[in-house]
């Protein structure tokens, strides 16, 4: 991991803000959803996006009966 000597405080809540910059080199949005993860004693957060539950791909992915399916896998499927 790189650090990029920001320090933030977390609030009363619980909350911490992620600086503009970094949020623009991540592309990310407001109301964007992100995961979190621990690595040993480190807290990860990343961008989520739906990826397929067959091949992991994060192109042209729906939702079909609660589950993530690219494109690709729902045509496999329908053969």
Sequence with gaps: M???GIVRKIDELGRIVLPIEM???MHIEPR???EIFVDGNSI???KYEQECIFCGST???SVFK???VCENCRK???L
Excluded: F, N
Aim: net charge positive.
């Design 76 to 78: 496999e499927l329908s």
């Design 32 to 34: 964007d959803s992100m």
């Design 66 to 68: 609660d589950r993530c």
């Design 44 to 46: 990860v957060l990343k």
């Design 23 to 25: 949020r623009h080199t």
């Design 59 to 61: 192109k042209k992915v």
């Design 2 to 4: 790189k650090s990029t």
